[in-house]
Protein backbone atom coordinates (compact mmCIF):
# COMPACT_ATOMS: atom_id res chain seq x y z
CA UNK A 1 0.00 0.00 0.00
CA UNK A 2 1.36 3.54 -0.91
CA UNK A 3 2.46 4.91 2.41
CA UNK A 4 2.98 8.70 0.55
CA UNK A 5 0.65 9.74 -1.50
CA UNK A 6 1.08 13.58 -3.43
CA UNK A 7 -2.56 14.00 -5.50
CA UNK A 8 -0.96 16.78 -7.78
CA UNK A 9 0.89 15.17 -10.49
CA UNK A 10 1.50 19.12 -11.86
CA UNK A 11 1.19 22.55 -10.66
CA UNK A 12 1.60 25.66 -11.92
CA UNK A 13 2.50 28.98 -9.94
CA UNK A 14 3.51 32.52 -11.20
CA UNK A 15 6.57 34.02 -10.01
CA UNK A 16 6.61 36.08 -6.30
CA UNK A 17 3.18 34.10 -5.54
CA UNK A 18 2.95 31.29 -2.64
CA UNK A 19 1.87 27.69 -4.00
CA UNK A 20 0.49 24.65 -1.81
CA UNK A 21 2.11 21.10 -2.89
CA UNK A 22 0.03 18.20 -0.85
CA UNK A 23 1.13 15.05 0.61
CA UNK A 24 -0.96 13.01 2.72
CA UNK A 25 0.21 10.09 4.32
CA UNK A 26 -0.61 6.21 6.41
CA UNK A 27 1.51 5.24 9.47
CA UNK A 28 0.18 3.52 12.31
CA UNK A 29 3.48 4.25 14.12
CA UNK A 30 3.60 7.20 16.66
CA UNK A 31 7.17 8.61 16.05
CA UNK A 32 8.32 9.37 12.67
CA UNK A 33 9.52 11.74 10.72
CA UNK A 34 8.52 13.68 7.44
CA UNK A 35 10.64 15.07 5.08
CA UNK A 36 10.75 17.36 1.22
CA UNK A 37 12.95 17.00 -1.46
CA UNK A 38 13.44 18.65 -4.90
CA UNK A 39 14.51 17.06 -7.79
CA UNK A 40 15.78 19.28 -11.17
CA UNK A 41 16.21 18.16 -14.17
CA UNK A 42 19.59 17.60 -13.04
CA UNK A 43 18.53 14.59 -10.80
CA UNK A 44 20.23 15.48 -7.43
CA UNK A 45 17.94 15.22 -4.49
CA UNK A 46 17.63 18.20 -2.49
CA UNK A 47 16.53 18.14 0.80
CA UNK A 48 14.32 21.05 1.78
CA UNK A 49 12.99 20.88 5.68
CA UNK A 50 12.26 18.34 8.04
CA UNK A 51 9.15 17.75 10.22
CA UNK A 52 8.97 15.27 13.12
CA UNK A 53 5.51 13.95 14.50
CA UNK A 54 6.21 14.93 18.00
CA UNK A 55 7.17 18.49 17.23
CA UNK A 56 4.20 21.30 18.10
CA UNK A 57 5.33 23.55 15.80
CA UNK A 58 5.15 23.79 11.84
CA UNK A 59 8.45 23.36 10.52
CA UNK A 60 9.87 26.43 8.56
CA UNK A 61 13.05 27.06 6.59
CA UNK A 62 13.56 30.44 4.76
CA UNK A 63 10.77 30.34 1.98
CA UNK A 64 9.59 26.74 2.80
CA UNK A 65 7.08 26.15 5.43
CA UNK A 66 5.37 23.00 6.21
CA UNK A 67 1.93 22.85 6.80
CA UNK A 68 1.74 19.92 9.37
CA UNK A 69 -1.65 18.60 10.60
CA UNK A 70 -1.07 15.48 12.51
CA UNK A 71 -4.93 14.42 13.01
CA UNK A 72 -5.57 14.52 9.15
CA UNK A 73 -1.85 13.03 8.46
CA UNK A 74 -1.29 15.86 5.77
CA UNK A 75 2.19 17.48 5.50
CA UNK A 76 2.16 20.37 2.80
CA UNK A 77 4.69 22.21 1.51
CA UNK A 78 4.56 25.77 0.91
CA UNK A 79 6.61 28.07 -1.51
CA UNK A 80 6.21 31.19 -0.22
CA UNK A 81 7.46 34.10 -3.00
CA UNK A 82 8.21 31.84 -6.03
CA UNK A 83 11.44 32.06 -7.76
CA UNK A 84 11.62 30.76 -11.20
CA UNK A 85 14.54 28.29 -10.03
CA UNK A 86 11.89 26.63 -8.20
CA UNK A 87 11.02 24.47 -11.08
CA UNK A 88 11.55 20.88 -10.53
CA UNK A 89 10.07 17.83 -8.84
CA UNK A 90 8.77 18.14 -4.73
CA UNK A 91 8.98 14.69 -3.45
CA UNK A 92 7.39 13.81 -0.03
CA UNK A 93 9.24 11.08 1.85
CA UNK A 94 8.30 9.27 5.68
CA UNK A 95 10.85 7.75 8.00
CA UNK A 96 9.61 5.02 9.77
CA UNK A 97 11.48 3.10 12.69
CA UNK A 98 10.18 0.09 11.44
CA UNK A 99 11.44 0.73 8.16
CA UNK A 100 15.54 0.63 9.09
CA UNK A 101 14.48 4.48 9.04
CA UNK A 102 14.81 4.35 5.00
CA UNK A 103 12.83 7.12 3.24
CA UNK A 104 9.19 6.00 1.28
CA UNK A 105 9.01 8.79 -1.07
CA UNK A 106 5.53 9.67 -2.59
CA UNK A 107 5.69 9.92 -6.46
CA UNK A 108 6.43 13.83 -6.61
CA UNK A 109 4.67 17.06 -7.60
CA UNK A 110 6.12 18.71 -10.99
CA UNK A 111 6.02 22.28 -10.18
CA UNK A 112 6.47 24.90 -12.92
CA UNK A 113 7.04 28.68 -12.42
CA UNK A 114 6.25 31.05 -14.63
CA UNK A 115 6.90 34.42 -15.54
CA UNK B 1 30.13 22.23 1.77
CA UNK B 2 30.39 18.77 2.15
CA UNK B 3 28.95 16.28 -1.03
CA UNK B 4 28.36 12.73 -1.65
CA UNK B 5 29.80 12.01 -4.69
CA UNK B 6 28.67 9.42 -7.34
CA UNK B 7 30.59 8.26 -10.34
CA UNK B 8 30.04 8.10 -13.25
CA UNK B 9 27.11 10.77 -13.90
CA UNK B 10 25.80 8.32 -16.66
CA UNK B 11 25.99 5.16 -18.37
CA UNK B 12 24.69 3.34 -21.04
CA UNK B 13 25.12 -0.81 -21.24
CA UNK B 14 23.73 -3.20 -23.15
CA UNK B 15 21.69 -5.97 -21.47
CA UNK B 16 23.83 -9.05 -20.50
CA UNK B 17 26.38 -6.50 -19.34
CA UNK B 18 27.88 -5.95 -16.01
CA UNK B 19 28.26 -2.51 -14.58
CA UNK B 20 29.29 -1.10 -11.48
CA UNK B 21 28.28 2.24 -9.59
CA UNK B 22 30.48 4.16 -7.27
CA UNK B 23 29.66 6.34 -4.04
CA UNK B 24 31.58 8.55 -1.70
CA UNK B 25 29.07 9.38 1.32
CA UNK B 26 30.07 12.56 3.33
CA UNK B 27 32.82 12.05 5.88
CA UNK B 28 31.51 10.81 9.06
CA UNK B 29 28.37 9.40 8.15
CA UNK B 30 28.00 6.19 9.43
CA UNK B 31 24.87 5.29 7.32
CA UNK B 32 24.96 4.96 3.76
CA UNK B 33 21.69 4.26 1.27
CA UNK B 34 21.08 3.05 -2.60
CA UNK B 35 18.05 4.25 -4.05
CA UNK B 36 16.87 3.08 -7.33
CA UNK B 37 14.20 5.72 -9.37
CA UNK B 38 12.27 4.59 -12.33
CA UNK B 39 11.05 7.59 -14.80
CA UNK B 40 8.29 9.25 -13.35
CA UNK B 41 8.56 7.70 -9.79
CA UNK B 42 10.10 7.83 -6.35
CA UNK B 43 13.23 6.83 -5.46
CA UNK B 44 12.49 3.11 -3.71
CA UNK B 45 15.74 1.82 -1.40
CA UNK B 46 17.66 -1.27 -2.46
CA UNK B 47 19.88 -1.18 0.82
CA UNK B 48 21.14 0.42 3.64
CA UNK B 49 24.57 0.17 5.43
CA UNK B 50 25.50 0.59 8.92
CA UNK B 51 29.22 1.03 8.71
CA UNK B 52 30.46 -2.13 6.44
CA UNK B 53 27.10 -3.57 7.77
CA UNK B 54 23.92 -4.26 5.59
CA UNK B 55 21.06 -3.41 7.29
CA UNK B 56 18.67 -4.04 5.23
CA UNK B 57 18.45 -5.18 1.29
CA UNK B 58 15.29 -6.80 1.39
CA UNK B 59 14.48 -4.92 -2.06
CA UNK B 60 17.80 -5.80 -3.61
CA UNK B 61 16.95 -8.26 -6.30
CA UNK B 62 19.89 -10.26 -5.06
CA UNK B 63 20.19 -12.92 -8.03
CA UNK B 64 21.66 -9.81 -10.12
CA UNK B 65 22.91 -6.91 -7.51
CA UNK B 66 25.16 -7.19 -5.24
CA UNK B 67 26.08 -4.03 -2.64
CA UNK B 68 29.11 -4.01 -0.88
CA UNK B 69 30.70 -0.92 1.70
CA UNK B 70 33.81 -2.76 2.84
CA UNK B 71 35.54 -0.60 4.74
CA UNK B 72 32.51 1.43 5.76
CA UNK B 73 33.32 4.31 3.93
CA UNK B 74 32.61 4.38 0.23
CA UNK B 75 30.03 1.68 -1.54
CA UNK B 76 30.12 0.19 -5.11
CA UNK B 77 27.04 -1.18 -6.39
CA UNK B 78 26.88 -3.77 -8.98
CA UNK B 79 24.82 -5.44 -11.08
CA UNK B 80 25.20 -8.38 -13.28
CA UNK B 81 23.89 -9.34 -15.51
CA UNK B 82 21.74 -5.96 -16.68
CA UNK B 83 18.26 -6.12 -17.58
CA UNK B 84 16.35 -3.73 -20.14
CA UNK B 85 14.32 -3.01 -17.08
CA UNK B 86 17.39 -1.85 -14.66
CA UNK B 87 17.27 1.44 -16.82
CA UNK B 88 16.83 4.16 -13.81
CA UNK B 89 18.49 6.42 -11.77
CA UNK B 90 20.56 5.18 -8.74
CA UNK B 91 21.08 7.35 -6.18
CA UNK B 92 23.45 7.30 -3.15
CA UNK B 93 22.59 9.13 0.00
CA UNK B 94 24.41 9.57 3.59
CA UNK B 95 23.40 10.06 6.80
CA UNK B 96 24.45 11.02 10.55
CA UNK B 97 22.16 11.44 13.93
CA UNK B 98 22.95 14.66 14.85
CA UNK B 99 20.81 14.99 18.50
CA UNK B 100 20.26 18.54 18.04
CA UNK B 101 17.97 18.07 15.30
CA UNK B 102 16.20 15.63 16.64
CA UNK B 103 17.02 12.95 13.17
CA UNK B 104 19.04 12.19 10.16
CA UNK B 105 18.79 13.89 7.77
CA UNK B 106 19.76 11.98 4.62
CA UNK B 107 21.54 13.98 1.56
CA UNK B 108 21.80 12.55 -1.70
CA UNK B 109 24.60 12.63 -4.19
CA UNK B 110 24.13 13.47 -8.03
CA UNK B 111 22.56 9.83 -9.03
CA UNK B 112 24.06 7.75 -11.95
CA UNK B 113 21.86 7.31 -14.82
CA UNK B 114 21.60 3.89 -16.62
CA UNK B 115 20.42 3.22 -19.95
CA UNK B 116 20.39 -0.64 -20.46
CA UNK B 117 20.07 -1.20 -24.45
Known amino acids: AQKITQTQPGMFVQEKEAVTLDCTYDTSDQSYGLFWYKQPSSGEMIFLIY??????QNATEGRYSLNFQKARKSANLVISASQLGDSAMYFCAMREPNSGYALNFGKGTSLLVTP | EAEVAQSPRYKITEKSQAVAFWCDPISGHATLYWYRQILGQGPELLVQFQDESVVDDSQLPKDRFSAERLKGVDSTLKIQPAELGDSAMYLC???????????????FGPGTRLTVL
Open chain 2, 93 to 107: ASSIYVAGEGTDTQY
Open chain 1, 51 to 56: QGSYDE
